[in-house]
C-alpha cells in the first residue's frame, strides 16, 4: 500500500518534474532533427553514390569490351576463354561475356542468366538471386559481343550503415551535451525557491510577512506575488479575529460580573422578597448574556465565512421561522407583529441570511418598546430590481444624526433603552450590515410605522446578478 | 402527560425534568442515541424532547428511525446548533418544532404544548378530497395518485382544511394549527399557502370564504 503510493507519488512527481519536462522536450526535438538531416542526407547520397558506381560500371563494361580479341566469337567455340582483365574492384563486380546468344566468358561471381535480359544498352536495378543488382550492359554489335557488368547495392548500404553510425553518435553527444546544460540551469533557477521554502519552513506559525521577490525567477515571480496576496489576506483575518477576541472578552466580563453580583446577592438575602428580586435580575442577566454569546458567535461565523455557498433561498419561508421565534419575546412586551411576506427568492447563504433576519428583528422587538407594533414585510417591490426586506417599529426610533452608524460595531444610540438592564451590545446591526454586504444587498434607514420608530429595508438584487462585494 | 427526554447533559436533563414534572408531566430520560431508540420501541410517550448533540449518534437519527416507521409521535427538537441551515435540515426531517439553546423554560412548556395540540384530535387514516389524499402518517400528498411535494408549512395547511372538510375554517385556526401561534403575529402567510396549494393541486381544491377563512369541499359558492 506504502510502496504503491510512493510509487505513485514518485511517477507524479516525475511527470510535474521541469527537468524531466524540459529534457524529454529536448531529446525528441534532437532525435526529430536527426532524422530530418539523416534522411536528406541518405537521399542525396544515394543519388550522388549512384551516379558514381554507375560511371565505375560504364568504366569496366568498356574496359572488358576493349580487351575482347575480335574474333571471340569465333574462340568461343573452343575450350580456350581468356581472363579478362579488369581495373579495381573486380572482385566485388561479375560480368559476363556474350557471344553468339552463349555466356562465353564471366566472373566466378556472376550469375548464370543474362544479368540484363533484354540486353539493351543502358543501365538497370534489378533483382536476382535475393540481392538487389545495378547492372550495365554495353553491345558491340560490329563484333557481335556483348557485356554486361553488375554489382549488388549491398556495397552501398555497408557504405551508407556507416554514415549514419557516425550521425548517430554525433546526435547523441549533442543531446547529452544539451540535457546536461537544461539539467543544470534549471537546477540552478530553482535553488532560489528551495531556499524560498526551507525559509518557510523555519518561519513561526503566525509569521505572515511577505516572502522576498528579488532572487527568484521572473517566471515564478506571480506566484509568489499571490502567495503574498494571500498571505496579506490571511493577516487581515488575523488582525480581524485578534480585534474579535479583545472585542468579545470585554463584552462578555462585563455581564458576567454582574450575574455574579446578583447571585451573591440573592444567597445573601434576608427576605423571601429580596431573593426573589435578586433572581429575576440574575434572569436577566443570563438572558443577557446568552444572546450575547449568540451574537459574539454570529459575529465569528460570519468573521470567518469566506463567501459561503449561494443558493436560491426563499426569504419569506425563512422569515416565517424566526418571526416565530421572536413571539415569545413580543409577547412578553405585549408588542403586535404584523407580517406580510411575499414570496422573495434571493441567492445566498441560509446560515448568513439568517443570522441578518434574526438580529433585525430582534433588534426592533427590543426598541420598539412596550406595546409597540412591528411590521415585517418581503417581497417584490415596484422600482427595486430585486426584492426588498422591511422590518419597522413605531418605538422612539434613532436620531437622523445617528442613523448612519447604527451599523458600526459597539454603537449605542443616545435615545436607547436607557434602564440599563435591557443594554444592547451595539452588535446586532452591525452583523446585519456584514451579512448584507456579502449578499450585495443595499440598506436604507428610515422613518418607521406613522412617521415613528425606525425603519430598516434591505433591498437584495435580482437573483441573476448579485456578485457579493467582499 | 408522559414524555422522553433525550438530553446528554446531565444537569440540563436534570432542570428540564424537574420543570417539566412540575407541569404535572412524567418524564422518562434518555442520555443517548442509543437508549433513546431503546426507549422508543413500543413506546407509549406523548412527546419527545430531542437533543442533537448526543455522543456517538446524532439525535437526527433517532427522528429518521422514528420517522422511517411512520411513528407520528411530536418531537421537538432542543439544540446548541443554532445554524438556520441546521434548523431546516431539523424539520425537513420531520421533526415538529425546533427550539434552540439557551431557551426560557417557559417558551419551552407553550411549544410543547402548541406541539401538543396540533397533534391531538389528529386522525390517522389517510384524507381524501377528490383526486387528492393526504397522508398523515406517511406525510405524503398525492393528485390523481401522483405524489405532490409540498412544504411542511403547507402540508399542516392543507392537513386542517381536509379534517375540517364541509366547514369553514378561519385564518386563526390555520395559524394556530401551523404555527401554534398565540396571536401576537399577524401575517399573511397562510394566504401564501393556501396560494402554493392551489398552484400545486388545482383550484378547484380550496374555497376562500371572503372574510372568514378557507373551505375545502361543501357547499359551492
Redesign the interface.
Given at each position: 500500500m506504502t510502496r504503491d503510493w510512493m510509487a505513485h507519488h514518485r511517477r507524479f512527481h516525475m511527470r510535474h518534474s521541469l527537468r524531466w519536462r524540459l529534457t524529454k522536450a529536448l531529446l525528441l526535438c534532437v532525435v526529430l532533427a536527426f532524422l530530418c538531416w539523416k534522411g536528406y542526407q541518405s537521399w542525396q547520397l544515394t543519388r550522388e553514390r549512384t551516379g558514381f558506381w554507375d560511371a565505375s560500371l560504364r568504366e569496366i563494361a568498356g574496359q572488358i569490351l576493349e580487351s575482347m580479341p575480335d574474333n571471340l566469337a569465333v574462340l568461343a567455340q573452343t575450350a580456350q576463354t581468356p581472363r579478362p582483365r579488369t581495373g579495381r574492384d573486380d572482385q566485388k563486380m561479375s560480368f559476363q561475356i556474350w557471344a553468339g546468344g552463349r555466356n562465353v566468358v564471366y566472373s566466378p561471381a556472376a550469375p548464370a542468366a543474362p544479368m540484363k535480359p533484354d540486353f539493351a544498352d543502358g543501365y538497370a536495378t534489378r533483382e536476382i538471386g535475393g540481392k538487389t543488382w545495378r547492372v550495365y550492359s554495353l553491345a558491340d554489335p560490329r563484333r557481335g559481343i556483348i557485356v554486361q557488368v553488375g554489382r549488388t547495392q549491398d556495397m552501398m548500404a555497408a557504405e551508407f550503415s556507416g554514415w549514419v553510425r557516425v550521425g548517430l553518435i554525433a546526435a547523441a553527444q549533442i543531446f547529452v551535451l544539451f540535457g546536461l546544460v537544461a539539467w543544470l540551469v534549471i537546477g540552478r533557477s530553482l535553488r532560489q525557491v528551495t531556499a524560498l521554502r526551507k525559509t518557510l519552513l523555519a518561519r513561526q506559525p503566525l509569521d505572515l510577512t511577505p516572502l522576498p521577490l528579488a532572487p527568484i525567477p521572473t517566471e515564478l515571480q506571480p506566484l509568489v506575488e499571490a502567495f503574498n496576496h494571500q498571505l496579506g489576506r490571511v493577516d487581515e483575518a488575523l488582525q480581524h479575529e485578534r480585534r474579535f477576541i479583545a472585542d468579545a472578552a470585554h463584552e462578555l466580563r462585563t455581564p458576567l460580573a454582574v450575574l455574579t453580583a446578583h447571585a451573591d446577592l440573592a444567597l445573601r438575602a434576608n427576605t423571601a422578597e429580596e431573593k426573589d428580586a435578586a433572581l429575576q435580575r440574575l434572569n436577566a442577566g443570563v438572558q443577557r448574556s446568552a444572546r450575547l454569546s449568540e451574537q459574539l458567535l454570529d459575529l465569528a461565523r460570519l468573521d470567518s465565512a469566506a463567501a459561503g455557498e449561494r443558493v436560491p433561498v426563499d426569504l419569506s419561508e425563512l422569515l416565517v421561522l424566526l418571526v416565530r421565534d421572536i413571539e415569545t419575546l413580543a409577547r412578553e412586551r405585549r408588542q403586535r407583529i404584523t407580517l406580510n411576506a411575499e414570496p422573495a427568492m434571493v441567492s445566498g447563504d441560509v446560515d448568513q441570511l439568517g443570522i441578518l433576519l434574526r438580529n433585525l428583528l430582534d433588534n426592533a422587538v427590543r426598541y420598539a418598546g412596550e406595546g409597540g407594533t412591528i411590521a415585517v414585510s418581503c417581497g417584490p417591490r415596484a422600482g427595486a430590481p430585486g426584492v426588498v426586506l422591511q422590518v419597522a417599529d413605531d418605538g422612539p426610533g434613532v436620531p437622523a444624526a445617528e442613523r448612519e452608524r447604527i451599523f458600526d460595531r459597539f454603537f449605542r444610540a443616545s435615545n436607547g433603552n436607557g434602564n440599563g438592564h435591557d443594554r444592547g451590545s451595539g452588535i446586532g446591526l452591525s452583523l446585519v450590515a456584514r451579512a448584507a454586504r456579502s449578499h450585495g444587498a443595499r440598506i436604507e434607514v428610515g422613518d418607521g410605522i406613522g412617521g415613528r420608530g425606525l425603519s430598516v429595508t434591505v433591498y437584495f438584487p435580482s437573483v441573476a446578478n448579485n456578485a457579493p462585494d467582499t | 402527560m408522559n414524555l422522553l427526554l433525550v438530553e446528554d447533559d446531565a444537569m440540563l436533563a436534570e432542570a428540564l425534568r424537574a420543570g417539566l414534572e412540575r407541569h404535572g408531566s412524567s418524564v422518562d430520560w434518555a442520555a443517548d442515541a442509543g437508549a433513546a431508540r431503546a426507549a422508543l420501541v413500543d413506546h407509549g410517550y406523548d412527546a419527545v424532547l430531542l437533543d442533537l448533540g448526543l455522543p456517538g449518534s446524532s439525535g437526527l437519527s433517532v427522528l429518521a428511525a422514528l420517522r422511517g416507521r411512520y411513528d407520528t409521535t411530536p418531537v421537538l427538537i432542543l439544540t446548541a446548533r443554532?445554524?438556520?441551515?441546521d434548523?431546516?435540515a431539523g424539520l425537513d426531517a420531520g421533526a415538529d418544532d425546533y427550539i434552540?439553546k439557551?431557551f426560557?423554560p417557559?417558551?419551552l412548556y407553550?411549544r410543547l404544548r402548541a406541539v401538543l395540540r396540533r397533534s391531538q384530535g389528529r386522525v390517522s387514516p389517510v384524507l381524501s378530497y377528490g383526486e387528492v389524499t393526504l397522508d398523515p402518517a406517511k406525510r405524503l400528498v398525492t393528485r390523481a395518485d401522483k405524489p405532490v411535494q409540498v412544504?411542511a408549512?403547507e402540508f399542516q395547511t392543507l392537513m386542517l382544511l381536509m379534517e375540517r372538510q364541509g366547514r369553514v375554517t378561519t385564518r386563526e385556526q390555520l395559524e394556530e394549527a401551523v404555527?401554534g401561534?398565540?396571536g401576537?403575529?399577524?401575517?399573511?402567510?397562510i394566504a401564501?399557502y393556501v396560494h402554493q396549494l392551489r398552484r400545486k393541486l388545482g383550484d378547484g381544491v380550496i374555497t376562500t370564504v371572503h372574510g372568514y377563512g378557507y373551505r375545502i369541499g361543501g357547499p359551492q359558492p
Open positions: - | 443554532d445554524k438556520l441551515s434548523r431546516i434552540v439557551p426560557q417557559d417558551e407553550a412544504s408549512h404555527y401561534s398565540s401576537t403575529i399577524e401575517s399573511n402567510t401564501v
